[in-house]
């Protein structure tokens, strides 16, 4: 049976959800790592930029359908 | 290169710290394109990270965050890109023009002189621009023109005549050409008083409304990309001087982020007039936060008699209190704004639903 529309948002948030928070842990686990290559500087200010913007694209669509599917939306 | 700097240790209070004033910033930036970042900066160094730690890091969350709510605002067809990319690029000289000014104070008045001029910057700009911006928000509410479409005012109509030749371009949220000689000066204006205050859009969105004649929901939107693309050349510069700690930006976005959304879709449900309120009472509350410390810095400096040393701690603090307290004021109107839209929306459609007249059988 296919999935409403709603379930369909819900689905798509809980694993843009658990993605973030997949993104959130690997940074902290490899948290000495990512410090070390940050504290370099030159070339490897892409390390935090680089995760900057994977996190923001990632995250973005989750608090973005986070509020979406609690019925906050804009207005039409 | 290794800057030999100290990253701190995060303990879960510090983290749950930093997602809160992040959400409650993101909300503010959502709604008027710029703020939080003014908070962050000595929030973050409240907790032990080091000055240019904190605002390298702040703007590596600025970006990013930007970046989300220009995304999402120009959904809703809030942004003008082409003006954002303008005043953007000028921006980002004015950061970098403004920054070398700040290490020259520094270098010459030392910390002091430094705080001296931070502040008397905040002082100057908050009280002109931020009087202006209520003055003009409660005159649209009193005198009924908030649902009447934002007219440009006397300046923007005298700057939207002047034609200098081959510098001409047509921006969409004006609806008119204006010559990029009038966009750069208030792009570099914002970059400046951003490298300053780290608010450039106290500058930016205001220039917009009232030089350029745009209005202020797209105002407010296109400041988002100016806010991505000066917090992206920050981030850069000081990326590559090893200052970010990319763990206090990513967790700071966590919070801004839902804040951010929450803003953004705010801005579909008010009248014009809410964004330049929002705006305009933050601007002065921040401007009285300063009040507090600028006798500090001047006793620092040896201007006036000396202030007994619990004193000067007393006003720091109190100073610090009441601009969380600008940011919390500034997010508990949008969400009472976005509250009371969302009402009326809803009773308008279940209105509509019951007057519609019945379908024939």
Redesign the interface.
């Known amino acids: 049976m296919p999935l409403s529309a709603p379930a369909r948002a819900w689905l798509r948030m809980i694993a843009l959800g658990a993605t973030s928070a997949l993104l959130?842990a690997l940074?902290?686990w490899n948290?000495a790592t990512?410090?070390e290559l940050?504290?370099?500087?030159?070339g490897?200010?892409v390390?935090?930029?680089a995760?900057?913007?994977v996190?923001?694209l990632v995250?973005?669509a989750f608090?973005?359908l986070?509020?979406d599917v609690l019925g906050?939306?804009?207005?039409k | 290169m290794d800057t030999g700097m100290t990253f701190i240790e995060l303990d879960a209070a510090a983290v749950a710290f930093l997602l809160i004033v992040g959400f409650v910033g993101g909300m503010v930036s959502g709604f008027i394109g710029s703020g939080g970042a003014f908070v962050l900066t000595p929030a973050m160094m409240s907790l032990g990270v080091p000055g240019i730690v904190a605002v390298a890091s702040n703007m590596c969350h600025k970006f990013p965050k930007a970046l989300v709510g220009a995304i999402k605002r120009a959904r809703y067809g809030q942004v003008d890109v082409k003006l954002g990319l303008y005043m953007g690029a000028s921006a980002e000289i004015g950061v970098l023009v403004g920054a070398q000014l700040q290490q020259t104070i520094k270098s010459r008045f030392g910390e002091a002189g430094s705080n001296l001029y931070v502040s008397a910057a905040f002082v100057v700009v908050l009280a002109i621009v931020g009087g202006f911006v209520m003055r003009d928000a409660l005159r649209s509410r009193r005198d009924g023109n908030a649902n009447r479409p934002e007219q440009a005012g006397r300046l923007a109509r005298w700057v939207q005549s002047i034609h200098i030749p081959g510098t001409m371009v047509h921006f969409r949220s004006i609806g008119a050409s204006v010559s990029w000689l009038v966009t750069v000066p208030l792009g570099f204006a914002t970059g400046l008083l951003a490298a300053t205050i780290a608010v450039g859009g106290f500058v930016g969105v205001p220039s917009m409304m009232y030089v350029l004649g745009a209005p202020s929901m797209m105002a407010s939107a296109t400041e988002l990309v100016i806010a991505f693309i000066m917090g992206l050349g920050g981030t850069i510069k000081f990326a590559w001087d090893g200052f970010v700690d990319v763990r206090l930006a990513m967790i700071i976005l966590a919070g801004s982020l839902f804040g951010i959304q929450l803003g953004a879709i705010g801005t579909t449900y008010v009248k014009p007039y809410m964004i330049k309120l929002v705006m305009g009472t933050i601007m002065l509350t921040v401007l009285a936060s300063r009040a507090f410390v600028i006798p500090v810095y001047l006793s620092e400096l040896g201007l006036i008699a000396a202030l007994p040393a619990s004193t000067a701690a007393i006003l720091k603090v109190v100073s610090f209190v009441i601009m969380v307290l600008a940011l919390v004021i500034g997010a508990g109107m949008v969400l009472w704004a976005l509250a009371k839209g969302m009402g009326e929306h809803r009773r308008g459609i279940r209105e509509a639903r019951h007057d519609a007249p019945a379908p024939a059988d």
Not at chain 1, 38 to 42: D, E, L
């Open positions: 959130y940074l902290f948290e990512v410090l940050s504290r370099r500087g030159h490897w200010f390390v935090p930029v995760i900057a913007f996190f923001s995250h973005g608090t973005g986070f509020w906050i939306k804009a207005r």
